[in-house]
């Protein structure tokens, strides 16, 4: 799984989940909603329990709407980097690609897996992309997938050549349709207007929006001139039929590791909804549409992973799970609770210092955060929370003392120095953003 520095400086990830019978709170999990059977399938992703390594999960869950049942069967492993895509002709869940990760190694794999409720099947071994996205198009009874055909069998590495192309998978075989398309510089996300017959990738080149539109064989690219979405990458994308639109909720971008915007994109122009009661802000969250309703799961919070469930209909949001999501309270119940019993554990009194910033109880998060220190001296992420919490507490001489420490110990690498750089920046900590572009340097 790729690590993101600024959600370790930023945020928590959330412990394992106080209700065993329900799937954990999890990072790059995928979702998708079998119309047939009328349930959501989750599959995927890392889970992140106090105590113990990542964990890498290949049950598969379903969700009724009432209660979570978990299969724990053969089938493709633990997976991250996958597309989960309903194929309604088949009736069928495929699972395409994705990486496999232990603690020796990490593959990645060219397969196709169909889940018909009951058990899973291997129909093909031959997918073309890694870092695979696809979407059903039942007008021609095929799946579209896109993703990077650069060394295919490679994992990734950063600084990597990518070469995003568009593959047609129907009939178990795979038809290349296009190589000249979209180059997203980041996490992405696809989505098919099925009254359209267009397959639309929203991107961003220099901050500006573009989209990206597939239709009678032929990329058309579409610039937004007024009233776009900033930049971000990790956004949810699906389409509402009934709505007769894309939906884009949350991602994340340089100056802003969660986002919590709504935007409805027509073929032609975005338009930004407005609602009094939302998600919270969130990125890596999963959206599907299922039942004349979108469907949003998990992501990364302030407070760490979620596995809250929100569905959106006639323009409204509500929380499905409500009685055992992970959401902050439980969170740092959870955490509180684990340092009651480990009071030298450095890294979740990291987790429980940050949770406390984020939720603006600065004293207490500068004791906790403090402690930390005093077990951890060199880790970065204390340095640049006590930083943020000290800030925050306007103590500007004892503040500057843990980000000029932090700054001096070469440990976050270039590109974490600049994303911070960005962040300091958002927040109008102008000088504290001038020291960290140095250092990228």
């Not at 069967?73 to 991250?80: H, I, M, Q």
């Not at 579409?222 to 956004?235: L, Q, T």
């Not at 409805?264 to 999963?286: F, L, V």
């Not at 004349?292 to 929100?310: H, P, R």
Request: net charge negative; glycine share 8%; aromatic share 12%.
């Amino acid at each position: 799984m790729k690590k993101n520095i600024l959600f370790g400086i930023l945020s928590v990830c959330a412990p394992g989940l106080l209700y065993p019978d329900n799937p954990q709170p999890r990072h790059l999990e995928e979702i998708v909603y079998d119309q047939n059977r009328g349930q959501i399938i989750l599959y995927g992703g890392a889970e992140m329990p106090l105590g113990s390594a990542v964990n890498f999960p290949s049950s598969i869950a379903e969700w009724n709407g009432k209660a979570w049942t978990a299969f724990d069967l053969n089938g493709p492993g633990s997976r991250n980097g996958h597309a989960l895509v309903y194929q309604s002709e088949d009736k069928v869940t495929l699972l395409i690609g994705g990486s496999t990760e232990t603690p020796e190694v990490v593959k990645e794999n060219l397969d196709v897996w169909s889940w018909n409720g009951v058990e899973w099947k291997r129909i093909n071994e031959n997918c073309p992309v890694k870092s695979p996205e696809a979407v059903f198009d039942a007008s021609l009874n095929r799946v579209l997938v896109y993703g990077d055909g650069h060394q295919i069998s490679r994992v990734w590495q950063g600084g990597d050549p990518r070469d995003y192309q568009l593959w047609e998978f129907k009939s178990n075989t795979w038809n290349k349709l296009s190589s000249d398309g979209p180059q997203p510089y980041s996490a992405f996300e696809i989505a098919f207007d099925t009254k359209r017959k267009t397959l639309v990738i929203p991107t961003w080149d220099q901050g500006k929006s573009i989209v990206w539109e597939w239709r009678d064989n032929k990329w058309r690219k579409i610039i937004c001139s007024e009233n776009c979405p900033d930049a971000r990458n990790r956004f949810s994308l699906a389409y509402h039929p009934n709505e007769n639109g894309i939906f884009l909720f949350g991602g994340r971008n340089e100056s802003n590791p969660f986002l919590g915007d709504f935007w409805k994109w027509n073929g032609q122009i975005w338009t930004k909804i407005e609602s009094s009661i939302s998600p919270a802000k969130r990125a890596a969250a999963t959206m599907e549409y299922g039942d004349d309703e979108l469907i949003l799961y998990g992501g990364v919070t302030d407070w760490g992973l979620t596995n809250e469930i929100w569905k959106w209909k006639n323009g409204v949001w509500k929380l499905m799970n409500s009685d055992y999501a992970m959401d902050a309270r439980r969170t740092g119940d959870l955490l509180k609770s684990w340092l009651n019993g480990h009071p030298e554990d450095g890294n979740v009194l990291l987790r429980y210092g940050s949770l406390l910033r984020n939720l603006n109880q600065a004293q207490e998060a500068e004791l906790i955060l403090k402690k930390a220190n005093a077990i951890k001296p060199a880790d970065h992420n204390i340095l640049i929370n006590l930083f943020l919490v000290l800030h925050q507490l306007n103590k500007p001489s004892e503040r500057d003392f843990y980000l000029t420490d932090a700054l001096q110990q070469n440990l976050m690498g270039g590109n974490g120095y600049r994303m911070l750089a960005y962040y300091f920046m958002s927040v109008q900590l102008f000088k504290e953003s001038g020291l960290c572009f140095e250092k990228t340097i």
